[in-house]
């Protein structure tokens, strides 16, 4: 009996150890990261306000982005298939229960489906027009931030080096160099934690922009193909209609 409790008993450490192994880890990170930013000084405490920032509007970017794109290939071509087949009202229908800038821009150029090219034309590129800035937004203020994150990192170094060069003045000569290489080493995680910031930043701009430029480039593409496909029908049922007048009056 006193043998199987002392099994359970060990086990129950042993458990409590494996639990309690991650926390002392993830204490000395912090710790370590602490002493990170506190030996940087004030500039580190500014970068940080900017990477999380940055983060913040990479975040909502991408929720944002990703949800107004949409396969426009297999868009027009679930459109080109109604309009053929004089279902336009299914194909606004369908355009309107997307969240997509693309079928919204498409979704006004058939609302003028019985009207003239020109007019599809001005459906299309003023709803473009109002597309464009949800695509763009915020965009600027990640390579804004991303460079300024590396300035203030640069900033701080200086700051730093020149903090480290006084204290260096009045201290003795056997000291010297110690302090110095110590305040050199502070000052340049200023430096390292800037260009940490501007990095994660620019590749989220990066690849934000990439994505913006392939909606506005199916926008542009696609409004096209809608024109098109609108001002050929029109074309193919006007003289349809002339044939059957004359078959009339004969």
């Known amino acids: 009996m006193s043998e199987i409790t002392k099994q359970d008993v060990t086990s129950q450490t042993e458990l409590i150890n494996s ?14 990261f602490a002493k990170f930013m506190d030996d940087g000084g004030v500039f580190m405490w500014i970068i940080l306000g900017m990477w999380a920032l940055g ?40 355009c309107a229960s997307s969240k997509s800038l693309l079928a919204n821009v498409l979704r006004n150029g058939l609302k003028r489906a019985n009207q003239s090219k020109e007019q599809i034309q001005d459906a299309l590129e003023a709803s473009m027009l109002e597309a ?88 542009e593409h696609y409004s096209v193909k809608l024109t098109d496909l609108l001002s050929t029908k029109k074309g193919v049922q006007a003289p349809a209609k002339i044939d059957s007048v004359e078959n009339e009056a004969a």
């Open 55 to 94: 983060v913040a509007i990479a975040l909502e970017r991408f929720k944002s982005i990703f949800k107004y794109d949409i396969d426009g290939q297999s868009l027009m071509g679930d459109i080109r298939k109604k309009v053929l087949t004089n279902d336009v009202q299914t194909a606004i229908q369908d």
């Open 132 to 219: 464009i800035p949800h695509i763009e937004k915020r965009l600027g203020y990640l390579a804004l931030i991303a460079n300024t994150s590396t300035l203030v990192g640069l900033l701080g170094t200086i700051y730093g080096l020149i903090q480290s060069f006084a204290a260096v003045a009045s201290a003795d000569a056997a000291s010297k160099a110690e302090l110095l290489a110590l305040g050199i080493s502070k000052a340049m995680n200023t430096t390292a934690f800037g260009l940490i910031s501007a990095i994660t930043i620019m590749v989220a701009h990066q690849v934000l922009s990439a994505k913006a430029e392939k909606i506005l480039g199916e926008l």
């Open 19 to 32: 639990v309690a192994a991650p926390t002392q880890a993830e204490l000395n990170f912090v710790q370590e």
